[in-house]
């Protein structure tokens, strides 16, 4: 059979393929033409559990294989207090991505609400074997810890949720404080107390610098989060948030010392990236790299760390080594590129970030121009974006933007010669809407 033959069979077949994808969403009441991946996660913020199973329903149809989409249905199941259901879609997450410790925390706590405390417990310490620095996970097993009655277990594992930085923070500060109460809050039973009850002071301080941070006011954070480490002087969180603020600040001498402490108290990738990332801006470029290599020797799985290394490598001359970083990074995201329309310089367009999508976008230059990239969030807004320039496999720039509610930016970035950038927006926590600003202008 000629070639022409075999082509033509195996472009026939494709379409054939598609137009029963088309088929079967038209006729289960899905629009192929609408981006139900995106429309479900919208619904899902809005508390609409129930559209939100319809709309990764009809995703799922075109993407069978997505271990995203099936934990983000699973997620809405759960809301929806149908527990067996959620724990069928986590299943096929689990199979499809067995290496995403997320995944196993969900059902986790699926099989906890649902009473399965066995597999509750299996689930949430194969997560923490894979992410020693998902927070969730030691919140989830604390509870099953408290509702077997083993208090101290329950207590360190909330602490070191506490450590890690949960979002929000008062899930397990309150768990912890309901070991000292004589009724407790989630169906977990009267215990007696077995540690001393967490600092209310700290507390307040850590909330007060944490708004403040968002406000940008890195002064009072800075002030808000002394106090509380003054309180607490063996919180790793706390001296993370502090040495934030001082980097934000542009004061990276002392973020790398504040970084240090939160190593030297229970060290955790995020703690050597963003060491390495103060290293950087003071030119210490052999401490950075062995801090990024540090991180992601600690946790393989802390993908941003051979993200900040590519870029690290790319300002080094090492263009191999950068390439084959970023591919590390964009393999580890379990994430869809979905092509982007590129917005005309200086127009705002608006945006939904997706749970398992990253915005792919092609911005052509030329030498000398000067390129600008905003992000734009309402000022109450937790969604937590992430800018990634990338020119032939190669980043250039990027912006982690700090944290929820800050708005990641590339800005004044001199284009070095004719090219066409792949700019690709997602996020690293939390999803929802943002605006999106493109500016090119002449030297």
Known sequence: MSTKKLFAIGFSLILLIMSIWVTRAQ?????????????????????????????????????????????????????????????????????????????????????????????????????????????YAFNNRGLI??????????????????????????WPTLNLSNLHMDTSADGVPPVEATVPPPVVAASDDLAQGQKAYRAEDYEGAIAAFSRAIEANPNDAYLFCERAAAYYMSGDYQRAVEDYTSAINLGHQAFH????????????????????????????????NAYLFRALLYHQMGETDLSRDDLAQWAKGNFSQFVSQPTPESGETVSLNLANDQIYA??????????????????????????????????????DDDGGAGINAAIKQFVVPGDCVYDLYLMHPGTVGPLNLTITITNP
């Open 27 to 135: 006729d289960s009441g899905c629009d192929p033409e609408v981006n139900t991946s995106a429309q479900g996660d919208g619904l899902f913020a809005e508390g609409n559990y129930a559209g939100a199973v319809s709309a990764y329903t009809c995703a799922l149809q075109t993407r069978p294989d997505s271990a995203a989409l099936y934990n983000a249905r699973g997620n809405a199941y759960r809301h929806l207090e149908n527990y067996a259901q959620a724990i069928v879609d986590y299943n096929r997450a689990v199979e499809l991505a067995p290496s995403v410790a997320m995944f196993y925390n969900n059902r986790g706590f699926a099989e906890y609400k649902q009473g399965s405390l066995t597999p509750a417990l299996n689930d949430l310490n194969h997560a923490i074997q894979l992410d020693s620095t998902l927070a």
């Open 361 to 398: 976008f092609k911005v052509p230059v030329k030498k000398g121009q000067i390129l600008t990239i905003e992000t734009i969030t309402a000022p109450d807004s937790t969604v937590d974006p992430m800018l990634v320039l990338v020119e032939s496999g190669i980043p250039q720039a990027a």
């Open 145 to 170: 810890y408290a509702q077997q009655g083993q208090n101290e277990l329950a207590a360190a594992d909330f602490h070191k949720a506490i450590d890690l930085g949960h979002d929000p923070i008062s």
């Open 272 to 303: 050597y990236t963003w060491r390495g990332n103060s290293y950087v801006h003071l030119g210490q470029n052999d401490k950075a790299l062995e801090d990024y290599t540090a991180a992601i020797r600690v946790e393989p799985t802390y993908f």
